[in-house]
């Protein structure tokens, strides 16, 4: 942890808390998602967040209402950050009409324009080129806004990234893209995959800043980003915000991951792990007692039980709803 003991005294109790309840929330939701994927309630692609928790959970605090966010198919924990109701999504998640794209998105296309998420998008890198037509919205409506855009290592080599920088650079739209960069692009190592300098300059040639950021660390990810955030809404053009992450899942739900040791993933986990770190800081500078952490914990358990018995029960879409919102 490089976090300035400064960084504490802007996060009051109430907020710590808050913050230690979205990571549990987010690691606990997609465990049960990985329960309800081996026993056939999910079908398809299911990429879960597991490792990269902070990430989300860090920008959800300096997050605004107005602010529009936009991502890739691992999407769930940041609905659930945005504060849409863990139901909804698990419905979703198990393609039930309750569901909060009535089950026709599934994992990869969850959509809430109620919270200003954009999806879930399953074309690698698409959604870096609507994050910046989002930014352009704000900037059209004035209506002091910014586009959340968030993209992986993967994504980052994807020509369509760098023609969003370029118009969002040229028109100083108000987008922060957030690189969340696991390392690994489906099954192949970074190292492997970028040449040149590394991800770290590519904004470079854009004029585009790139901040560099510990995204398995909460406070971290809040310190950085902050006030880098308000000179993007302020009219100062887009900024790149490297989260340096890890997923400790595959790719996906039929990924094993061979490409990677067991003792990498199992070092990482002792050593970065964003929710036993959140704990300790939690108990050393906050005051924050052992119960306090195991009774939100407790009741974040309930509610992820709460929502897969919800989505299980709830029911699947009519045949008549095939042709619905779909134009032929």
Not at 103 to 117: L, V
Not at 141 to 161: C, H, K, L, M
Not at 197 to 205: H, V
Not at 258 to 270: G, L
Request: aromatic share 8%; charged share 25%.
């Amino acid at each position: 942890m490089n976090v300035s003991s400064s960084m504490f005294h802007e996060i009051d109790l109430d907020g710590a808390k808050d913050l230690y309840r979205k990571l549990v929330l987010a690691r606990f939701f997609e465990e049960q998602a990985a329960v309800l994927y081996s026993q056939g309630h999910i079908y398809g692609f299911c990429h879960l967040y597991i490792g990269q928790e902070a990430v989300i959970a860090g920008l959800s605090h300096v997050k605004q209402p107005q602010d529009s966010v936009v991502t890739s198919y691992r999407d769930h924990a940041h609905m659930l950050a945005l504060g849409v109701p863990p139901n909804v999504i698990m419905a979703e998640l198990c393609g039930r009409t309750q569901g909060c794209s009535r089950g026709k998105g599934g994992s990869m296309h969850m959509y809430c324009k109620e919270r200003n998420f954009y999806g879930g998008n399953g074309i690698v890198g698409a959604q870096v080129s609507i994050g910046a037509g989002l930014a352009f919205a704000h900037k059209y409506n004035d209506d002091g806004g910014v586009a959340f855009t968030f993209y992986g290592d993967g994504a980052a080599n994807q020509g369509q990234v760098f023609e969003a920088f370029n118009m969002a650079s040229l028109w100083k739209l108000p987008v922060v893209f957030v690189l969340e960069n696991n390392h690994y692009a489906l099954g192949t190592a970074e190292n492997r995959a970028v040449s040149g300098s590394g991800l770290s300059t590519r904004g470079d040639s854009f004029g585009i800043p790139t901040i560099m950021v510990d995204g398995m660390d909460v406070f971290d990810v809040i310190k950085k980003s902050k006030n880098v955030i308000e000179k993007v809404r302020c009219g100062d053009g887009p900024v790149i915000l490297h989260m340096d992450t890890y997923r400790y899942k595959g790719h996906s739900m039929s990924d094993p991951a061979n490409y990677r040791s067991r003792d990498e993933v199992e070092n990482i986990k002792k050593t970065r792990d964003p929710i036993l770190n959140t704990k300790k800081i939690l108990l050393s500078d906050f005051g924050v007692s052992t119960d306090d952490l195991t009774k939100i914990e407790n009741e974040t358990k309930v509610v992820v039980e709460t929502a897969a018995r919800f989505a299980i029960e709830s029911s699947e879409p009519d045949s008549s709803d095939l042709e619905k919102d779909v134009i032929l």
